[in-house]
């Protein structure tokens, strides 16, 4: 991730991280159950961020500021640690400005997330304001940065580590993560006396590529597309391990009549993306292509339906992904959750092992 030196520069004076919650934090959409009862999507990705925020040590408070009241945001707050929730809040700039005061800080030292015109004066008033892809044109245009990830995608977690890592605080906030694998590695390990050379932990990687792309075909037509912004590969064990990286499924139903090559160029032509995979982490095996994501992995079809789960592997060879861990599928009229999991990509075919919970929601606009 490459940041401007003027967002870095504001980004090194932060001291609270204060950020509407829905149009951020989720996608913007709240479910009304029959109970009458909300139902919120958080985002895994942002939870990694708030835990990176809290391990780091960095002199940084985060307040959630909304203009609903909701029991869930609460809960989920107090959960990973949020500092200040004001709820019911239609003047933001006066509860974040109060917020401020008590911490002793000026606006200058204020972060705003906001996606929306009721976030306008917070966030003209803040010295870092930011916004995700989403927001109205007036709103992008007083943000001093626009995320790359989507509402209720990551919006918080891109946010913190830009924060941390322009206030150094970036390599401690991984410390907890990468220190344990290493310690478990490292108990792995059969004791060695002192004579012996010491052990490498990990494999060197062979080759390191940054915004790396793999396409795979079938009668020369693309079945899926991978594109990641770091991959190492590793020959011996036949695998590329990939960072931040998205899969799109393509239709390969195609209307090929030969194999002339205007054929195929047409056919190549009326593809579409069936379904978009994204993950924080992941591999290709190089021999037979399998991919495995896991990180909190999410997968959207084309037609609106979003699968969120743990860890998901696709098979090259059946045109399938499968999981065994905890599943949640969003529908426009249901949400379905269970554990373990057969689908195709598209999401249009759908096998849920252990099946938990079927949610008909009603969904009503959004009033931030």
């Known amino acids: 991730m490459v940041i401007n030196k003027k967002i870095l520069a504001r980004a090194r ?21 029959n109970s009458g009862e909300e139902l919120k999507i958080w985002s895994v990705k942002d939870r990694m961020g708030f835990a990176l925020l809290k ?22 707050a ?10 019911g809040c239609l003047d933001k700039r006066r509860a974040v400005l109060a917020i401020a005061e008590t911490m002793k800080i000026s606006p200058l030292e204020i972060a705003y997330v906001g996606d929306d015109y009721v976030d ?3 966030m ?5 304001a930011v916004c995700p892809p989403e927001s109205p044109d007036l709103i992008k245009k007083i943000s001093h940065y626009r995320t790359r990830a989507s509402s209720g995608k990551g919006v918080v977690r891109e946010v913190i580590e830009i924060l941390l890592k322009a206030q150094g605080h970036w390599k401690k906030a991984l410390t907890p993560f990468t220190g344990m694998i290493l310690l478990a590695l490292a108990l ?26 793999i396409t795979e075909t079938q009668a020369g037509i693309p079945v899926w597309i991978l594109n990641s912004k770091v991959a190492q590969r590793y020959n011996r064990q036949n695998k590329i391990t990939l960072e931040d990286f998205t899969i799109e499924f393509m239709d390969n139903q195609s209307n090929r009549r030969s194999n002339s090559r205007d054929s195929l160029i047409l056919a190549k032509k009326n593809q579409t993306t069936t379904a978009v995979l994204s993950a924080p982490q992941g591999e290709v095996n190089t021999e037979n292509k399998d991919l495995t994501a896991w990180g909190g992995v999410e997968v959207e079809a084309k037609d609106g339906t979003q699968l969120t789960a743990e860890r998901l592997r ?14 949640r599928i969003v529908r426009s009229d249901s949400i379905l959750i269970g554990e373990g999991l057969e689908a195709s990509p598209d999401l249009s075919t759908v096998k849920i092992f252990h099946h938990q919970a079927s949610i008909y929601p009603k969904k009503i606009p959004v009033q931030r």
């Not at 004076?13 to 951020?24: C, F």
């Not at 040590?57 to 909304?66: F, L, Q």
């Not at 696709?314 to 599943?327: C, E, G, P, R, V």
């Open 124 to 128: 003209k008033m803040a010295g870092l």
């Open 120 to 122: 306008y004066p917070v």
């Open 55 to 76: 391990h780091s040590g960095a002199p940084i408070k985060m307040a959630w500021v909304t203009a609903r009241e909701s029991e869930q945001v609460r809960l989920r």
């Open 78 to 87: 107090e959960d990973v640690g949020v500092h200040f929730i004001r709820q």
């Open 188 to 213: 792995a390990l059969p004791a060695c006396s002192s004579q012996k050379a010491p052990v490498e932990l990990t494999e060197k990687p062979d080759q390191w590529l940054e915004q790396f792309k």
């Open 314 to 327: 696709y098979s090259t060879l059946t045109k399938k992904i499968t999981t065994d861990s905890a599943i």
């Open 13 to 33: 004076k932060i001291r609270l991280l204060a950020t509407d919650v829905d149009g951020v934090l989720t996608g913007g959409e709240i479910i009304i159950l």
